[in-house]
């Protein structure tokens, strides 16, 4: 194997073995001058940006899967640790000492958070049922009733994502495992083009960027709505005030923290898990794209491969698919709560903004379309982040569909098969708790039950007699069930 500049001649040995475990193929089928795992930037650096913005907010550390308990109980992968130079051991082990001693903090820091949460939490639930316990469930009274209903299931929202997501990193080192599984099963270029790899890349880093510069516009937006009506003294924040004060004396100092830190802390929740799970998309879907033009390439006009083994490409695809199942067995969860709940809240709260308009202040009425904004982005994310993924992993069947078949001797048939089975019988992409796969019949099953239940809502209002504002709906007059 060549040696890369500044590479020790003594680690040639060493690197070798390690290339061997990254590609388990042969040696034909590797990518020429096969990089050492250092070379590619690993997952953790790429997705650093928005992990830090998560770690604030309390929502990310790293634990070590229970398999690896046994030699190491906080071993953290060496695309995590600060690089020191070989040899020097005793500087290897301070360094994942002090990595050991960060992550345990960042634990006990999140595990903080999810208390406070869970104190807000209940504080508002409080509030929402004081506010709901004397109305009857009259036409005067619906739009009250709803909007009360949405603060209700977005405190709900904000309470199961929290436990998801820190599950996601506390129970079996789910997010550890879907970083070492990048290490095994990403592959490079197998074109001698130095700027291949290196495009993919930069493609990443900017849209990362941007999603992170969204993100940050997004939670400081978020956090605004919920702290302002709290520390800025007009008349036109007065019901928002009241709704985080309802129950409760106006001048409660101690309520007064709670809201404020509380809403800090859940607007991170609320807001940056979905944009997490949008930069994890796409760097799957940059691979999945990458690996189907290396396979279009590789096919000339003739159908027969020019690059590589069809075996290589498989095994490419396959590791993939891999990364993928192991963030989704992470994500999988949280993805059908965040639906459930928000679609659930798109319902309520168009229909609070059609009973309260203009009936209340100004600012209130945006602060509803906000959130009612936010709910729809977030479902919409989830929905392209699926859609997108699901779309580039079974993009290769058409360049499998050009392979000439004509000279295949049986294992490059059987071969052939495994391959179109994988690609043709699996649905490869995010699930919503391994119910079904997101895409494009998603979208169009969630539209229709929005529109159908959208409607039913408005039609109870119909129900209800106007002209009797104590008349509730009985099984006699409402025929829509």
Same mark, same amino acid.
Request: glycine share 4%; proline share 5%.
């Given at each position: 194997?060549?040696?890369?500049?500044?590479?020790?001649?003594?680690?040639?040995?060493?690197?070798?073995?390690?290339?061997?475990?990254?590609?388990?193929?042969?040696?034909?089928?590797?990518?020429?001058?096969?990089?050492?795992?250092?070379?590619?930037?690993?997952?953790?650096?790429?997705?650093?940006?928005?992990?830090? &913005?998560?770690?604030?907010?309390?929502?990310?550390?790293?634990?070590?899967?229970?398999?690896? %308990?046994?030699?190491?109980?906080?071993?953290?992968?060496?695309?995590?640790?600060?690089?020191?130079?070989?040899?020097? *051991?005793?500087?290897?082990?301070?360094?994942?000492?002090?990595?050991?001693?960060?992550?345990?903090?960042?634990?006990?820091?999140?595990?903080?958070?999810?208390?406070?949460?869970?104190?807000?939490?209940?504080?508002?639930?409080?509030?929402?049922?004081?506010?709901?316990?004397?109305?009857?469930?009259?036409?005067?009274?619906?739009?009250?009733?709803?909007?009360?209903?949405?603060?209700?299931?977005?405190?709900? +929202?904000?309470?199961?994502?929290?436990?998801?997501?820190?599950? %996601?990193?506390?129970?079996?080192?789910?997010?550890?495992?879907?970083?070492?599984?990048?290490?095994?099963?990403?592959?490079?270029?197998?074109?001698?083009?130095?700027?291949?790899?290196?495009?993919?890349?930069?493609?990443?880093?900017?849209?990362?960027?941007?999603?992170?510069?969204?993100?940050?516009?997004?939670?400081?937006?978020?956090?605004?709505?919920?702290?302002?009506?709290?520390?800025?003294?007009?008349?036109?924040?007065?019901? &928002?005030?009241?709704?985080?004060?309802?129950?409760?004396?106006?001048?409660?100092?101690?309520?007064?923290?709670?809201?404020?830190?509380?809403?800090?802390?859940?607007?991170?929740?609320?807001?940056?898990?979905?944009?997490?799970?949008?930069?994890?998309?796409?760097?799957?879907?940059?691979?999945?794209?990458?690996?189907?033009?290396?396979?279009?390439?590789?096919?000339?006009?003739?159908?027969?491969?020019?690059?590589?083994?069809?075996?290589?490409?498989?095994?490419?695809?396959?590791?993939?698919?891999?990364?993928?199942?192991?963030?989704?067995?992470?994500?999988?969860?949280?993805?059908?709560?965040?639906?459930?709940?928000?679609?659930?809240?798109?319902?309520? &709260?168009?229909?609070?903004?059609?009973?309260?308009?203009?009936?209340?202040?100004?600012?209130?009425?945006?602060?509803?379309?906000?959130?009612?904004?936010?709910?729809?982005?977030?479902?919409?994310?989830?929905?392209?982040?699926?859609?997108?993924?699901?779309?580039?992993?079974?993009?290769?069947?058409?360049?499998?569909?050009?392979?000439?078949?004509?000279?295949?001797?049986?294992?490059?048939?059987?071969?052939? +098969?495994?391959?179109?089975?994988?690609?043709?019988?699996?649905?490869?992409?995010?699930?919503?708790?391994?119910?079904?796969?997101?895409?494009?019949? *998603?979208?169009?099953?969630?539209?229709?039950?929005?529109?159908?239940? +959208?409607?039913?809502?408005? +039609?109870?209002?119909?129900?209800?007699?106007?002209?009797?504002?104590?008349?509730?709906?009985?099984?006699?007059?409402?025929?829509?069930?």
């Amino acid at each position: 194997m060549p040696l890369v500049a500044g590479q020790d001649p003594a680690n040639t040995t060493a690197n070798a073995k390690m290339c061997a475990k990254v590609h388990p193929l042969p040696v034909s089928d590797r990518a020429s001058g096969c990089h050492p795992p250092e070379t590619p930037e690993n997952l953790y650096s790429m997705f650093r940006p928005i992990l830090f &913005l998560m770690r604030i907010g309390g929502l990310f550390f790293l634990q070590s899967p229970p398999t690896q %308990a046994a030699t190491n109980s906080r071993h953290i992968p060496q695309s995590t640790v600060p690089d020191v130079e070989q040899g020097k *051991t005793e500087c290897k082990n301070h360094a994942t000492n002090n990595k050991d001693c960060y992550e345990f903090r960042s634990k006990m820091y999140c595990c903080a958070v999810f208390l406070l949460v869970w104190v807000f939490a209940g504080k508002f639930l409080y509030s929402f049922q004081f506010g709901v316990k004397d109305l009857s469930f009259t036409t005067a009274n619906l739009g009250n009733i709803v909007m009360h209903s949405s603060y209700a299931l977005w405190v709900i +929202q904000v309470m199961g994502s929290h436990f998801l997501i820190l599950q %996601a990193s506390w129970s079996r080192g789910q997010m550890m495992r879907l970083f070492e599984a990048w290490d095994r099963f990403h592959f490079v270029c197998p074109f001698d083009d130095p700027q291949c790899d290196e495009s993919s890349a930069k493609i990443f880093r900017k849209t990362r960027n941007v999603l992170c510069s969204i993100a940050l516009v997004h939670l400081i937006i978020q956090i605004s709505s919920m702290v302002l009506s709290l520390t800025v003294p007009i008349k036109e924040y007065s019901e &928002l005030k009241y709704f985080a004060f309802e129950g409760y004396p106006m001048d409660n100092v101690p309520v007064m923290i709670i809201s404020f830190v509380g809403g800090v802390f859940t607007s991170f929740i609320f807001i940056l898990p979905s944009y997490f799970l949008l930069i994890m998309a796409l760097a799957f879907t940059l691979d999945f794209r990458h690996l189907h033009t290396d396979l279009e390439r590789s096919v000339n006009d003739s159908g027969a491969l020019t690059v590589k083994s069809l075996e290589w490409f498989r095994k490419r695809h396959s590791g993939l698919c891999e990364i993928v199942d192991a963030a989704d067995d992470m994500i999988c969860v949280w993805i059908s709560w965040i639906i459930g709940n928000c679609t659930m809240m798109v319902l309520v &709260l168009v229909f609070a903004v059609y009973q309260t308009f203009d009936k209340l202040k100004i600012l209130t009425e945006l602060e509803l379309i906000y959130w009612l904004l936010s709910c729809f982005i977030q479902v919409a994310m989830i929905l392209y982040a699926g859609i997108s993924l699901t779309r580039e992993a079974h993009a290769p069947l058409t360049a499998l569909h050009r392979l000439d078949q004509t000279d295949f001797t049986p294992p490059l048939t059987s071969q052939l +098969q495994t391959f179109l089975n994988k690609l043709t019988s699996d649905q490869i992409g995010f699930t919503a708790w391994k119910m079904f796969t997101i895409n494009n019949e *998603t979208f169009l099953a969630l539209l229709g039950m929005y529109c159908t239940y +959208q409607l039913l809502l408005f +039609q109870l209002q119909f129900d209800l007699d106007p002209g009797d504002p104590s008349k509730t709906p009985s099984p006699a007059n409402n025929t829509h069930t």
